[in-house]
C-alpha cells in the first residue's frame, strides 16, 4: 500500500558528500515515521536516521555528519551525507512505518561506497 524508491546512492571519495532521496507513493498520508537504515556487507541493518513530526534521531555513528529531512510536497525523504567514511558503504534503505495497519515498509535500496 507504501511504495519506497530510493536514488541517490553511488561512488565518493573519502571526506565527501553525497544526499540520498526517497520517494513515497501510495496510501503515504497514514505515514507516522521515515527512515534510513543500512547495511553494510556481513553487518547486521543498522538504523541511520528516523524523521517524525516530532523531530530527528540519528544512529551515533552518523551524528554530526548526517542529516535527515523531508519534502512534503514532494512526497520525497532525504538524506544528506557529508564527510563520508569508508566505513559508511553500505546499502541504504528507505524505511516508512504505518501505526494504522501496523504496516513496515522498505525500499530496494540504493549502494553507497566510499573510497579511502
Known amino acids: 500500500q507504501v511504495q519506497l524508491v530510493e536514488s541517490g546512492g553511488g561512488l565518493v571519495q573519502a571526506g565527501g558528500s553525497l544526499r540520498l532521496s526517497c520517494v513515497a507513493s501510495?496510501?503515504?498520508?497514514?505515514?507516522?515515521?521515515m527512515g534510513w537504515y543500512r547495511q553494510a556487507p556481513g553487518k547486521q541493518r543498522e538504523l541511520v536516521a528516523t524523521?517524525?513530526?516530532?523531530?530527528?534521531n540519528y544512529g551515533d555513528s552518523v551524528k554530526g555528519r548526517f542529516t535527515v529531512s523531508r519534502d512534503n510536497a514532494k512526497n520525497t525523504m532525504y538524506l544528506q551525507m557529508n564527510n563520508l567514511k569508508p566505513e559508511d558503504t553500505a546499502v541504504y534503505y528507505c524505511?516508512?512505518?504505518?501505526?494504522?495497519?501496523?504496516?513496515?515498509?522498505w525500499g530496494q535500496g540504493t549502494q553507497v561506497t566510499v573510497s579511502s
Open positions: 501510495g496510501s503515504i498520508s497514514s505515514i507516522n515515521v
Open positions: 524523521i517524525t513530526t516530532g523531530g530527528t
Open positions: 524505511n516508512a512505518y504505518q501505526w494504522s495497519k501496523r504496516g513496515n515498509y
